[in-house]
């Protein structure tokens, strides 16, 4: 952007300054941040493309501002050795999380470590929201007692397992808690201490951690369709490496796409969705076993000869190979995801979902759809700190000490 006067002023200059600045803080963060192995001032300037005395300046005010490391220079042949830049591990973020199952809290930092954690696995089906809260109150405050004397914490995410208002600030439904126009942050106002609070729906943020597993770095996959099984199913579409959440935030509700139309009633109010198929509580009810069931204990009575559990196991995934083969048919991404409790049947499920996908895909045969699981059991609570820390490495220079 050329820096000349125009006839509104010298004001103007400095307001084109200041953005031009502002934006190659940003391209410096990005690259000490997009890579594990760290960067020196030389191999930041190589990939950006800014002269090495520009990153050198930006690189001291990200230094002096407490979002970047400097490490000791290592010895790497002739010369003046490089020093390594990290981001910072002094600033974090509160990932929470509410599942009808457990509640969960992690503190990461701005590495993409865990620095702390906190969890319980409560039943909280139909359960009232100030219960809920005030359990997860307490597991907040348990992992801010994790941050460096020194630190500070920038913002802090809560993934809910239903639909969130496009301003991530109110609940409004969640089916499988029976919660409706909720208003999580009256319930940890107290524990949050001014820290600034957003909401999300459970899968869309799973994903984001899943596409991106640090701040600033991109993971292993950039287009997929993410599906997160607990009680319920929840779903994400991510392209570009980016949760793609629809006009009003609602895009990705796959576990309430049609399985069998007409079939069972779904708390959604619909029938034969996905989640009366493939959710927890539809796979150990059709079992026989008890409601308190985990889907790890099911794969191994399956595993061990239990009949039962097998043929739940073979209609989840009948189900999910039908309903991923549309949403593969009408995005065109070519892996799935499993997260949540869902992925510890992925090795169960993945021979006949793929078998689905290969018949019902149409561009099967020059995109075959892979299907992979998501390891992280409760990666709604991680992408919900990696979100607001994504915000630090975007626009540093809002993030700056004085």
Known sequence: MPLVPTPAGPGVVLAHQSSVREA???????????????????????????????????????????????????????????????????????????????????LIDLRGQVVAESRSEPDLVGSRPEEALSLLAGHLAEVLKGLPEDGRVVGAGLALPGIVDGAGERLLRAPNLDWRDVDPATGLREQLHGIPLS???????????????????????????????????????????RVQAGLHGFAGEIGHLPFR??????????????????????????????????????????????????????LAAEALGVVLAGVVNLLDVPTAVLGGEIGDLAGQLA?????????????????????????????????????????????????LTP
């Open 24 to 106: 190659n803080l940003g391209v410096v963060m990005r690259s000490v941040c997009a890579t594990e192995e760290p960067l020196s001032r030389a191999g930041v300037a190589a990939s950006t493309g800014l002269t090495r005395s520009t990153v050198s300046r930006l690189v001291d005010e990200l230094v002096a501002g407490g979002l970047v490391d400097e490490g000791q220079a290592r010895l790497a042949g002739p010369g003046r050795p490089p020093t390594p830049l990290r981001p910072t591990g002094r600033v974090g973020a509160v990932g929470l999380q509410v599942n009808a199952a457990h509640v969960a809290a992690r």
């Open 199 to 241: 909401l999300g729906n459970e899968a869309n943020l799973a994903a984001h951690a899943f596409a991106q597993p640090a701040p600033g770095r991109l993971g292993a996959h950039s287009h997929f369709v993410y599906v997160s099984g607990e009680i319920g199913i929840g779903g994400a579409v991510v392209t570009g490496s």
């Open 261 to 314: 139309p007409g079939g069972e009633p779904c708390a959604c109010g619909s029938d034969g969705c996905l989640e009366r198929y493939a959710g927890r509580l539809a796979m150990t009810r059709r079992a026989g076993l008890p409601q308190a069931t985990t889907l790890a204990e099911l794969g191994r009575r399956a595993g061990a000869g239990h009949r039962e559990s097998q043929e739940a196991i073979d």
């Open 351 to 399: 021979p006949t979902v793929q078998e689905r996908l290969r018949t019902r895909v149409m561009a099967a045969d020059w995109m075959p759809v892979e299907v992979v699981r998501d390891a992280d059991d409760v990666a709604g609570a991680t992408g919900g700190a990696l979100l607001p820390l994504s915000e630090v490495v975007s626009r540093p220079a809002e993030y």
